[in-house]
């Protein structure tokens, strides 16, 4: 399932980091904003059970958090920001982290680091990444968390390409995709059009 988060303040957001005019602080910061927002619709439908305390007028039953603890996975380099920001609104949430890059010439992923949280099994999986491109490396990703146990895995990303969104849903059906928008297609680099650049090089001033 692909959703869309087309919410007016992710859009603007978007756009402004879209703009090639746009400084790496700046597009540090709103890279984490929209992740925030993103994160809002991709935990809509964690379950909530019920706690009994007193506010200060009267006792009663309030709704917390009840289902699946959190993960919540960054792909490096690009989705360190996505889980540090997201971390803000559900500290609790173990992080792991997988070490991916995209060799320029043949567009398939190398992996070079992974660890992940020992229970990830019983826990509701964030994966994040900015970029979902060719989804070669999301679709790597994905694979490396199931080998590692993980069963309820969503795959969150700032701007997907269609050739991107088609291979994870081939190579992994059961992993819900949110992201900010859907973008034309490919360039002859792989990079997304109109797409944002090298999001991993916009975040950390590299290149
Ligand atoms: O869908 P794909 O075609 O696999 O491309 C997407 C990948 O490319 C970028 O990472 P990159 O390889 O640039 O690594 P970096 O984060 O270290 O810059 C991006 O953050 C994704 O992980
Ligand atoms: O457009 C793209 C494609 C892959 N990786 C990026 O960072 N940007
Ligand atoms: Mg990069």
Known sequence: ???????????????????????????????GEVSLLLAYEAMRD????????ATPVVEGEFPVLGGKKLALVALLRAGLVMTEAITGLVPAAKVGH??????????????YYSKLPGDIAARQVFLTDPMLATGGSAVAALSTLKEAG??????????????????????????????AALDDGLNDHGYIVPGLGDAGDRIYGTK
């Open 1 to 31: 399932m692909l959703t869309t988060v087309d919410h007016p303040l992710i859009q603007h957001k978007l756009s402004l980091m879209r703009d090639a005019r746009t400084g790496v602080k700046e597009f540090r910061e709103l890279a």
């Open 46 to 53: 964690l379950e909530l059970t019920s706690a009994r305390f």
């Open 98 to 111: 997988i070490g991916m890059y995209r060799d320029p010439q043949t567009l398939t992923p190398v992996t």
């Open 150 to 179: 993980a069963k309820q895995i969503k795959l969150m990303c700032i701007l997907a390409a269609p050739e991107g969104v088609a291979a994870v849903r081939e190579a992994h059906p059961d992993v819900p995709i949110l992201t």
